[in-house]
């Protein structure tokens, strides 16, 4: 019987090809490993989606790197629901299956958390992108899936560029809910700012850059990133948006940007497989074994 099962996707159990972005990966998730076992805890790394695995034998399945779930959503939301019913899952099953649509954008807004403004369009709408676009008022706009990872099909347009994409947004809203923001022209000028929380306790931050004529921050799309010292009010911000779930999480990682109004912003709350970053700060590891430890002998 294991004690905790490190999930990832099958892409990074026993890689054949590495380059600097998958030995970032490894090194990762071999940091939580490393922090589990000081604790003496047994822990094996297994892709969510291997079908020899037997669920019942670990008391604990631990998301990190499922980062294959947005292309196999279907899947996924399948094999969630079939393994909460056999282990522990960290996060909680109701707390990722909130977490996996960005409609809880609304929702941290309706609680009070200041979050980039966003416009959601919801499956089978008949209007053109163009009339959606409109309806916004805004100028320069980013366009996404609401359920999505990795910036995947996540567009930035202006009103010169919405026809170029007519076709792509007719495609992808028959099946699945689009979201707009207005362009947050701090992510160009400063970046992306990302703060990790185990449990309600801050432990670090990061800052991500686009790389010059992107507006991505994400490593894989060649952005950077550098440690960062948050402010108090971008420190408040981020236990706000943890403090507004209706669990608190054991992990997150919350991403803040300055909005068009000067004003810090949540742009997203990771909570089901976000980069922590403890290559970063390998003590935040160790503070969520730490707590992984109590709920394997809870």
């Not at 294959?68 to 056999?86: H, I």
């Not at 299956?97 to 609304?106: A, E, F, M, P, V």
């Not at 966003?118 to 706009?141: A, H, M, N």
């Not at 700012?193 to 060649?222: C, N, W």
């Amino acid at each position: 019987m294991l004690d905790v099962v490190i999930l990832t996707d099958e892409r990074y159990v026993n890689p054949k090809k590495r380059n600097e972005y998958v030995n970032n990966v490894i090194t990762e998730d071999q940091l939580v490993m490393d922090a589990l076992e000081k604790l003496k805890l047994k822990t094996k790394k297994v892709a969510w989606s291997d079908k020899t695995f037997d669920w019942t034998q670990t008391k604990v399945a631990l998301f990190r790197t499922t980062w294959d779930y947005a292309e196999r959503f279907d899947a996924f939301s399948d094999w969630l629901m079939e393994v909460s019913l056999k282990t522990k899952l960290i996060n909680d099953y109701d707390t990722v299956i909130w977490n996996l649509d960005k409609h809880y954008l609304t929702e941290l807004k309706d609680k009070g958390v200041n979050v980039v403004e966003t416009y959601f369009v919801e499956p089978g709408d008949k209007r053109s992108l163009q009339e959606v676009y409109e309806e916004t008022g805004w100028q320069d706009i980013i366009l996404k899936p609401a359920i999505s990872a990795a910036a995947k099909d996540t567009f930035k347009l202006s009103p010169d560029t919405i026809s170029n994409l007519e076709d792509r947004y007719a495609y992808l809203i028959k099946d699945e809910s689009m979201m707009i923001q207005p362009f947050q022209e701090d992510v160009l000028k400063r970046g992306e700012l990302s703060l990790m929380l185990i449990g309600d306790e801050y432990t670090h931050a990061v800052l991500k850059a686009a790389k010059p004529g992107d507006f991505r921050v994400q490593d894989d799309f060649g952005g950077t990133v550098k440690n960062y010292k948050p402010t108090k009010a971008e420190i408040d911000l981020a236990k706000a948006a943890v403090g507004a779930c209706d669990t608190l999480p054991l992990y997150a990682r919350v991403d803040i940007v300055n909005d068009n109004n000067g004003n810090p912003a949540v742009s997203e709350l990771e909570l089901v497989e976000p980069e922590m970053w403890f290559r970063k700060n390998e003590k935040a590891a160790h503070r969520l074994a730490e707590r992984v430890n109590k709920i394997v002998f809870s």
